[in-house]
C-alpha cells in the first residue's frame, strides 16, 4: 500500500502548507471531538495526563490507537483533531498522553520531555497494553514520532509483544540535519521563535519549582533550539550536551532494528526536516516502509478545494496500519 498525496494547487510550498495546515483545525473541533481526561502516577513520582476520545460507538473489542504529539502539542493540535475525526468515523478508540507538562499543568519531577524519550514511550504503551487486550497502534508526531521509532528501534523483536503497528508522520529522525534546518534563516525567525516562545517561560516555571537548575540568563540569551537545548532539555534528561542529545536520540541509526509494522511516512519540501536527511531503504528493515511524498510540508497535507480538509492523512496512515496487521 502507498499514498500517493499532492498539495492542492492554492497551496504551494513547504512553508505555507506547514502554517496553513494548523488554522484548518477548526474544521474538525465540532460537536461529536470530546475528551476525557485521565490522570497516571508515574514511577518517579510524577504524572502522565491521558486525553481519551469519546467514542459511543466502539465496541469493547475496537482497536485503539495511541497518538504521540509533537514539540509543544496537545490534544488541540490539528493533526490530534484530524485523527480525532478519522477514528471516530471508524468506531475506534483513541488515546492521546501528553508529554510531561505539555496538558496544562506543569509536571513535578525536575525532568520534562524529549525527543528520544524512548524510556516514556515504553512505559506508556505498557501501560495501554495492560488496558486493552484487542489490536492497538501507536502514531507518533514529529517530535513524538522519533521517540516512537526510537523505542522501536531499541525494543526489536520485544515490540511485537506490546504493538500492532507504529507509524510516523514527519518526525526528525536525523535531530542534528533538523536542528539546524529550524535554526536558520526563516525557519529561524518564524519556527524557532514561535517553540520558544511557550519553551523558555515553562522551562522558568521550572526553574521556580527547582531553584539552580538551570542558569536563567542563560536561557533567556538563547534564540535557537540549540541554545535551548544545550540549556536545557540536554542536562536535564541526562545529556552532555545538544550534539550529545541530538546524536543519541536520533531514531535514524535504529530502523533497521525495527521488528514490528513501521510506516515512516516525509515530506520532502517539509521545512523542518531536510530531504537529504532522509533514510532510504537500504536505511531501514524489511518491517519498515517508507512514504515520502513531494509535498506536505511539516504536518501540512491539507487536500481538496479550499478551504481544504486534513482527513485525507490520517485516513492513509490508519488504512496502512490496519493494512499491516493483518
Known amino acids: 500500500m502507498s499514498w500517493d498525496y499532492q498539495a492542492p494547487w492554492w497551496l504551494p510550498g513547504g512553508n505555507l502548507q506547514t502554517i496553513y495546515a494548523a488554522k484548518v483545525a477548526r474544521y474538525f473541533k465540532n460537536a461529536d471531538t470530546r475528551w476525557s481526561r485521565e490522570r497516571w502516577p508515574t514511577p518517579d513520582g510524577d504524572f502522565i495526563d491521558v486525553d481519551w476520545l469519546n467514542t459511543p460507538n466502539a465496541a469493547d473489542d475496537a482497536p485503539l490507537l495511541v497518538l504521540f504529539h509533537g514539540l509543544e502539542g496537545s490534544s488541540g493540535s490539528h493533526y490530534a483533531q484530524a485523527f480525532a475525526a478519522e477514528v471516530q468515523q471508524r468506531g475506534w478508540r483513541l488515546a492521546l498522553p501528553h508529554f510531561r507538562g505539555c496538558s496544562g499543568e506543569l509536571n513535578l519531577a525536575p525532568r520534562a520531555y524529549h525527543s ?41 523483536h520485544r515490540a511485537s509483544g506490546v504493538i500492532d503497528g507504529i507509524a510516523s508522520v514527519c518526525s526528525p529522525i536525523d535531530l ?14 518564524v519556527y524557532a521563535r514561535m517553540f520558544l516562545s511557550s519553551m523558555k517561560p ?26 535551548f537545548d544545550n540549556v536545557f532539555t540536554a542536562p536535564l534528561h541526562g545529556f552532555k550536551d545538544t550534539d550529545d542529545y541530538w ?26 526536516i531536510p530531504a537529504a536527511c532522509l533514510p532510504n531503504a537500504h536505511d531501514v528493515s524489511d518491517w519498515v516502509q517508507l512514504w515520502q511524498p513531494a509535498t506536505g510540508g511539516h504536518v501540512g497535507f491539507v487536500s481538496g478545494a479550499f478551504p481544504g480538509h486534513l482527513a485525507d492523512m490520517p485516513r492513509a496512515v490508519v488504512e496502512w496500519l490496519k493494512q499491516a496487521s493483518i
Open 116 to 156: 528520544g524519550d524512548h524510556e516514556e514511550i515504553a512505559w506508556m504503551l505498557s501501560q495501554f497494553r495492560q488496558q486493552h487486550d484487542g489490536l492497538m497502534y501507536a502514531v507518533g508526531i514529529s517530535l513524538g514520532g522519533n521517540a516512537l521509532m526510537r523505542w522501536a528501534g531499541e525494543q526489536g
Open 176 to 189: 542534528a540535519a533538523s536542528g539546524h534546518a529550524i535554526d536558520s534563516g526563516f525557519n529561524k525567525r
Open 202 to 227: 515553562r522551562a522558568l516555571q521550572k526553574l521556580h519549582q527547582f531553584p539552580g537548575l538551570f542558569d536563567p540568563h542563560a536561557l533567556m540569551r538563547v534564540d535557537t533550539l540549540y541554545g
Open 247 to 272: 546524536q543519541r536520540a536520533s531514531a535514524k541509526p535504529g530502523l533497521a532494528s525495527i521488528r514490528v509494522p513501521a510506516l515512516v511516512m516525509n515530506a520532502r519540501n517539509d521545512p523542518f
